[in-house]
T-cell receptor, first 116, second 115 residues
């Protein structure tokens, strides 16, 4: 069973508020990811990290930011939330891909954000 | 570029029916292929995987065969249950090592199984 945790699971906030979605994993994985999931289910990679002090933008542009100060922790922050940020946010992690390791992703349960 | 195309849903079946969810891919090299499942209110879980041509991944009665000649990785189950109701995602990872471990996901297929 994967050991990756997201908090909060559900968050309803007003426009203009700053929010941070937490993601922690206890598997010692170097790589971590944030995906945004549409109501129509499609997944979009918005941020990823190769390891401590590494952050990269994903395939979908996002106004959110991330940080990776510790291996196990990869929080996502929105400085000023808007209704267009309403979505489900999924965090994932994986081992470094080498040799026979296929680098499968382990996902948290998601954080559902609603901005009013 | 690399991409995954899977059949649109929703797929609605009666319990004990046969399930097929089609998935085809475009990729350079030799990708690894995955099926993930997302149950209501949860994150994604790996269902099965295959890392080379002709490999068959299987788990919980589901199976999929990596067909390089047809660039396909169709998901099948002989007899579905109500508890199989979920969203199923096909995914690929390009077949080279290094730091980019990004998976490319299909758009997801919602399966609803009725008793």
């Amino acid at each position: 069973e994967a050991d990756i945790y997201q908090t909060p699971r559900y968050l309803v906030i007003g426009t203009g508020k700053k929010i941070t979605l937490e993601c922690s994993q206890t598997m010692g994985h170097d790589k971590m990811y944030w995906y945004q999931q549409d109501p129509g289910m499609e997944l979009h990679l918005i941020h990823y990290s190769y390891g401590v002090n590494s952050t990269e933008k994903g395939d979908l542009s996002s106004e959110s930011t991330v940080s990776r100060i510790r291996t196990e922790h990869f929080p996502l922050t929105l400085e000023s939330a808007r209704p267009s940020h309403t979505s489900q946010y999924l965090c994932a992690s994986s081992e470094y891909n080498s040799g026979a390791n296929t680098g499968e992703l382990f996902f948290g349960e998601g954080s559902r954000l609603t901005v009013l | 570029g690399n991409s995954v195309t899977q059949m649109e849903g929703p797929v609605t079946l009666s319990e004990e029916a046969f399930l097929t969810i089609n998935c085809t891919y475009t990729a350079t090299g030799y990708p690894s292929l995955f099926w993930y499942v997302q149950y209501p209110g949860e994150g994604l879980q790996l269902l099965l995987k295959a890392t080379k041509a002709d490999d068959k991944g299987s788990n919980k009665g589901f199976e999929a065969t990596y067909r390089k000649e047809t660039t396909s990785f169709h998901l099948e189950k002989g007899s579905v249950q109500v508890s199989d109701s979920a969203v199923y995602f096909c995914a690929l990872k390009a077949g080279y090592g290094g730091a980019t471990n990004k998976l490319i996901f299909g758009t997801g297929t919602l399966l609803a199984v009725q008793p």
